[in-house]
């Protein structure tokens, strides 16, 4: 998102109003960032655990794979993100690749390679906190999407806190970064790793770990797929090309809703009785 300029405020006085960069340092704002970082998600995790029409799964365990995806699925994210950008920054037939298409190759690589390969390995890690109440594969639509949904609420709040230190942007711009990340990423993650956690159902029920690969496979390509559209986005935006900005930020939009709906018609779609 790029910064609007604003004027500079005169000095406040004894009984002035708080400026927006007060009101950005205060612990109360940094409660409301939380609150908002995680509200929706968890409302769009109450709107997909009881998409299912038979055997919801229960609130504990669905909360406790949200709560996975919030902490331990984002540390290790960050950790093996690093690794692997500095890894591939030493690939010079890489980066002159991506050099010759993008401004920036190496933002272009984090974003389209290394978030989409690191982030759905690190939320499949999330979503084995439901694998003793999966019964059948649609489950795993379930603690998938609840893994992703707490991923996406903690980054939610890293991009918020992030947006904070961005000249010009203040309180306000911070919170319209989670809310526009809560009606776009936050799907995405939500369900490409229901697409995993399809697939770690499907493995745990029938004892073969390789048939993971081809899920996590499309959960990599859906969640790099998103990545270019908004890395378009940016790029036009930088170009001042509003239309074609405005074009690709919806298609992001318009992907990670898709997705979605998807995965809820699955859920809607599935049978009471169990798949071994």
């Known amino acids: 998102m790029r910064n609007s300029k604003v004027k500079c405020l005169a000095p406040r006085t004894a009984n002035a109003r ?4 007060d009101l ?7 409660l409301v960032l939380v609150v908002s970082a995680f509200s929706l998600p968890l409302v769009f995790l109450v709107w997909i655990r009881n998409t299912a029409r038979y055997g919801r799964e229960p609130w504990s365990t669905v909360l406790k794979t949200f709560a996975w995806g919030a902490v331990f699925s984002v540390i290790i994210a960050l950790v093996f993100s690093l690794v692997l950008v500095l890894t591939l920054g030493q690939i010079q037939s890489l980066n002159d690749f991506f050099a010759r298409r993008f401004a920036d190759p190496g933002t272009a690589i984090g974003v389209l390679i290394v978030a989409p390969v690191v982030e759905e390995a690190a939320k499949g890690v999330g979503a084995r906190a439901g694998r003793r109440q999966t019964q059948s594969r649609t489950d795993g639509l379930v603690y998938g999407a609840a893994a992703g949904l707490g991923f996406s609420a903690t980054e939610n709040l890293i991009y918020g806190l992030a947006a904070l230190l961005v000249p010009g942007v203040g309180a306000s ?5 989670v809310a526009v990340r809560s009606f776009s990423s936050t799907f995405l993650h939500a369900s490409s790793t229901a697409v995993l956690g399809y697939g770690l159902a499907k493995s745990w029920l029938t004892g073969n770990t390789w048939v ?8 990599v390509v859906m969640h790099a797929t998103f990545n270019l559209f908004s890395t ?9 090309d509003p239309v074609a900005e405005t074009l690709a930020f919806l298609g992001a939009v318009t992907f990670a ?9 699955k859920l809607a779609s599935g049978r009471p009785a169990p798949s071994r």
């Open 232 to 240: 378009l986005a940016l790029t036009y935006g930088d170009q001042n």
């Open 257 to 265: 809703i898709v997705a979605i709906s998807i995965v809820r018609f």
């Open 18 to 21: 708080p400026s927006m960069a």
């Open 173 to 177: 711009g911070s919170l319209i970064v």
């Open 212 to 219: 993971l690969l081809p899920f996590y496979f499309v959960a």
């Open 24 to 30: 950005a340092s205060s612990p109360l704002f940094l």
